[in-house]
């Protein structure tokens, strides 16, 4: 899958994604300052858009299932941010050190039993 032609001068690492349904790259463009770019049409490497520019934190986890982003900002806060309201709310407050996080699922509550794998 070809990426964005613009993002292929940039050195930092990229992260794929979803988001809104549609496959997303998010690529660190320089100290504290990343895009993210969301490829409209499946498939279709013309049809990739540049949808946000953000900065000010640390990390970006990933997305929700509701377009949120999670990020942890600059104060070592775990922030769910909603960049279409520019709202956020600080999840709780984590050290890095101790429990560095480099992986986070979203949780879906259920009433469904999943039987365990017995061998």
């Given at each position: 899958?070809?990426?964005?032609?613009?993002?292929?001068?940039?050195?930092?690492?990229?992260?794929?994604?979803?988001?809104?349904?549609?496959?997303?790259?998010?690529?660190?463009?320089?100290?504290?300052?990343?895009?993210?770019?969301?490829?409209?049409?499946?498939?279709?490497?013309?049809?990739w858009v540049k949808c946000h520019v953000f900065s000010q934190f640390r990390c970006l986890f990933g997305f929700t299932s509701r377009n949120e982003l999670l990020i942890e900002d600059d104060d070592c806060h775990l922030v769910l941010?909603?960049?279409?309201?520019?709202?956020?709310?600080?999840?709780e407050k984590y050290c890095p050190g101790r429990f560095g996080a480099n992986k986070i699922v979203e949780y879906v509550d259920s009433l469904v039993w999943v039987a365990p794998n017995v061998r």
């Open positions: 899958m070809p990426l964005p032609d613009a993002i292929l001068e940039y050195r930092g690492p990229n992260s794929l994604g979803v988001l809104g349904g549609n496959l997303c790259v998010v690529t660190w463009v320089s100290d504290g300052v990343c895009e993210v770019w969301v490829m409209e049409e499946y498939g279709v490497a013309e049809s941010y909603h960049p279409v309201a520019d709202k956020a709310k600080i999840l």
